[in-house]
């Protein structure tokens, strides 16, 4: 069949005019801003991330930014000069109790333990009377509190009235501990797992004394923290950086190749990397949000009582909405 001249213009210029038309681009990913300690343990996962592209995989570019120390991070969160910061769910609830919209997603289920030698005689919480005990942390240290309670509930010890207690830095502690300097010594769960490798064992950890207290399972220690409304605005950005999350945790705790590749960044070799990658596959959580929430809800209350108004603030119960209400669902 012939074609009239003036389909064929008219085809020409309807062609023409397509050619002028914007090509459509490829979306970004939106882009994350997580404020961390440059040695802190999240930095593992962070790295994992990253080096894997499974921020991209998931939609989001992770922009990490290092802090000097936690203040300095949660100045720059509550200032919004960034979008995630990894604290616990004690800070975000006194946030949320003074007005600020703070969430968190669970982290790690890691914690502090209470370690001593393994040729020690102290094997019982109540072998601890009397002895000197290095706590890192300070007095409002949760994991101490705990334990605290645990010792009072069960063996009717005070071990602030009973016992030498000795605060310092985390290598300090473990310095101490190692030349004997120190009986027992509760130190972060990664100096607990240095120990471990050499020659220490667990007394008792955080996660013992939380679910003696009425605990149902491992509670997170440690979240990412963002906004409610952040996280309203940015729904992609939120669920994708959650999915890459998940995607680093499932590759640590499977992939010992992984591990070795880290091993550099965690300053870590041989028996001390093994105890660094088995504990902090421990602490993957693994139950649902909702059973953490009200386990931690519970434990709130154990420590308003311990630690007062100077570790709570003036809620005596953990606000609502405290956990990141989509993850619960």
């Known amino acids: ?73 949660n100045v720059a969160m509550l200032a919004g000069d960034l979008d995630m910061i990894v604290s616990d769910w004690l800070w975000v609830s006194r946030q949320r109790a003074e007005g600020e919209d703070l969430t968190l997603a669970p982290f790690s289920t890691a914690v502090g333990a209470i370690m001593v030698k393994q ?14 005990i290095g706590v890192t942390g300070g007095p409002l ?64 950890s955080a996660n013992d004394a939380a679910r003696a207290l009425g605990a149902s399972g491992d509670v997170s220690a440690l979240g990412y923290v963002f906004r409610d409304k952040w996280a309203k605005d940015h729904p992609e950005a939120v669920q994708g950086f959650i999915r890459a999350s998940a995607d680093a945790k499932e590759l640590l705790k499977t992939s010992d190749e992984e591990w070795n590749r880290l091993a550099p960044v965690m300053r870590a070799e041989g028996a001390e990397l093994t105890a660094l990658r088995d504990r902090f596959r421990e602490g ?40 990141w209400s989509e993850l619960t669902q």
């Open 1 to 73: 069949m012939a074609i009239s001249r003036r389909t064929v213009l008219q085809f020409m210029a309807a062609t023409s005019a397509h050619a002028f038309l914007p090509v459509p681009l490829a979306r970004a990913n939106e882009k994350v801003r997580i404020g961390v300690l440059k040695f802190g343990t999240v930095n593992w996962e962070l790295d994992t991330i990253k080096h894997n592209g499974l921020d991209t995989k998931n939609g989001v570019d992770l922009d990490v930014q290092f802090f000097a120390g936690e203040d300095a991070s």
């Open 119 to 132: 040729d020690s005689p102290i094997r019982t919480v109540a072998d601890l009377n009397g002895k000197k």
């Open 141 to 204: 240290d949760k994991s101490w509190l705990l334990i605290q309670g645990l010792a009072r509930r069960d063996h009717d010890l005070d071990l602030t009235e009973k016992n030498e207690i000795v605060f310092g830095a985390p290598p300090l502690l473990n310095e101490k501990a190692m030349t004997g300097e120190l009986d027992a010594v509760l130190n972060f769960w990664h100096f607990c797992a240095r120990l471990e490798a050499n020659g220490f064992r667990r007394l008792v």
């Open 284 to 323: 993957i959580p693994n139950r649902p949000v909702a059973d953490e929430e009200a386990d931690a809800a519970l434990l709130y209350k154990v420590l308003a009582e311990l630690g007062g108004e100077k570790l709570v603030g003036n809620s005596p119960e953990m606000v609502a909405g405290t956990f």
